[in-house]
């Protein structure tokens, strides 16, 4: 069993910056693919950005790129999400995953989410 534990939520102003954080506890971590997905209530999760376990290859969804960068530290065991010039429609649950593809079309274990606040 894997656990992901992210952290660095809050609240912040229209413009501001955030900097995600999800920390394996698996050593394996340089394997797998990490992603970043969001949930806002009573809607679906969706996908914000993934890395593969060489971080060589990075996927975006169209509304954060440009603004968001997803990087790691596999001797951390750690992957980071920077989030620049955040919008007040960016407020929501942000959620970690794992999986064996960058694609984020299988995805093995889940965080338990950091709340990111953004206020106009």
């Known amino acids: 069993q894997v656990q992901l534990v992210e952290s660095g939520g809050g609240l912040v102003q229209a413009g501001d910056s955030l900097r995600l954080s999800c920390t394996a506890s698996r050593r394996t971590f340089s394997t797998s693919a990490m992603g970043w997905f969001r949930q806002a209530p009573g809607k679906e999760r969706v996908f914000v950005a993934a890395i593969s376990g060489d971080a060589l290859t990075t996927y975006y969804d169209h509304s954060v790129k440009g603004r968001f960068t997803i990087s790691r530290d596999n001797a951390k065991s750690t992957v980071y999400l920077q989030m620049n010039s955040l919008k007040p429609e960016d407020t929501t649950v942000y959620f970690c995953?794992?999986?064996?593809?960058?694609?984020?079309?299988?995805?093995?274990?889940w965080g338990q989410g950091t709340q990111v606040t953004v206020s106009s």
């Open positions: 995953a794992a999986g064996p593809r960058a694609s984020m079309s299988q995805i093995d274990y």
